[in-house]
């Protein structure tokens, strides 16, 4: 499994460098028992001669062969890890680099990797007046430069470790242990050990760090302009601020599927009533967006704020209070796509508030 944007960032390739020279190690060893063994073979030529003797012959050249290969591969595999670890040396920097520039600028840095604005940059927004759109237009622009960036040399890391490994299993794939008769090579100078092999996949049911990132991403001011986007796909025609939306998308719905399902009663509370006009008794509504809604009525009340109230019984919302920037919202999120159908729609006289209870259905 390739790194994570994180173990990148936390990498030391120096590492690489300690391995290179344990290969130079090894090889020093096989050319030490590889000239030992050539000289025993010598010191035979003059008291040995016959059958057994050209048979014996026959095999040590096979093992001086086979060492001599071996010692040239090893020889290849340190000098391919001393070049990847001054090359990934390099990246790993760059990656840090950009991730202290974009945090210094007051950036958040989530690890997809994806930079996304801060407190401070939504504070400037708000505060400023007609001309919020231009300032938020900017922060954005400039957290799209900066997720370009750290895109770009986090793919090309990631390259240059799957070439690595890839070229050392070839390497040691091929060497085979430099026994033979008479003098050989002791058992424990055998062929380098192939490199265990990581199961694509193997980690898929656990709730990662990245998991646990892009939960918190969606309860952040982000969430809107996400299912904004989510609702009208063609809203969004820059083709970065689009591939940055949909990989955020993907990131997490991943994320609460590798959290358990909350089966209990949430309540939602929305403010535009326009919103809700395809809720209507017995239809169906597929939801294109993510859908948050709360344990707790008091919650989606005060998120209405006079508006309708929708009782939700669901089955696979995620609760992700623990996880969420805002957990006394007792936030239950369920995924984009997630079917309802509608079972009662009123009004109430008194305060004029539209009421709708919904149960969640299966995809067709």
Not at 50 to 60: K, L, P, Q, R
Not at 254 to 278: A, C, I, M, N
């Amino acid at each position: 499994m390739p790194p994570t944007f994180q173990q990148a960032v936390d990498a030391d390739p120096t590492n690489l460098n300690s391995a290179a020279g344990k290969f130079r190690d090894a090889s020093d060893r096989i050319d030490y028992y590889k000239n030992e063994y050539n000289q025993a073979f010598e010191n035979l030529r003059e008291h040995w001669q016959g059958d057994d003797y050209d048979a014996f012959v026959t095999e040590a050249n096979k093992v001086s062969l086979n060492a001599a290969n071996t010692e040239a591969t090893v020889n290849m595999a340190s000098g391919l890890l001393q070049t990847l670890g001054a090359t990934m040396k390099i990246s790993v920097e760059l990656l840090q680099q950009i991730e202290r520039a974009a945090k210094s600028a007051g950036f958040k840095v989530l690890p997809l990797p994806l930079v996304i604005m801060g407190p401070t940059h939504w504070q400037q927004v708000a505060s400023a007046g007609p001309a919020a759109p231009a300032v938020l237009a900017g922060y954005q622009a400039v957290a799209a430069g900066f997720t370009i960036s750290l895109q770009a040399i986090f793919a090309q890391l990631i390259g240059q470790d799957v070439t690595a490994l890839a070229t050392l299993q070839g390497i040691t794939m091929n060497l085979r242990p430099v026994n033979g008769p008479g003098m050989g090579l002791p058992d424990g100078i055998r062929a380098v050990p192939q490199l265990p092999r990581i199961e694509p996949g193997s980690e898929l049911s656990q709730f990662t760090e990245l998991d646990e990132a892009m939960v918190k991403f969606y309860t952040t001011d982000e969430y809107d302009p996400l299912n904004k986007y989510l609702r009208r796909p063609g809203s969004v025609t820059d083709p970065v601020q689009e591939a940055k939306l949909k990989r955020a998308a993907e990131a997490v719905s991943q994320g609460l599927q590798h959290l358990p399902p909350h089966r209990e009663r949430t309540y939602r509370g929305v403010k535009d009533e326009s919103f809700l006009d395809d809720y209507q008794v017995g239809a169906v509504v597929p939801e294109r967006s993510f859908t948050s809604s709360s344990t707790e009525y008091s919650v989606a009340e005060q998120f209405a704020s006079g508006g309708p109230i929708i009782t939700v019984d669901g089955r696979s919302g995620r609760y992700i209070r623990e996880y969420s920037d805002a957990p006394e919202e007792s936030e239950v999120v369920f995924d984009r796509g997630t079917s309802f159908l509608v079972t009662e729609r009123r009004v109430n006289p008194d305060d004029g508030r539209t009421y709708i209870r919904v149960e969640e259905v299966a995809n067709d």
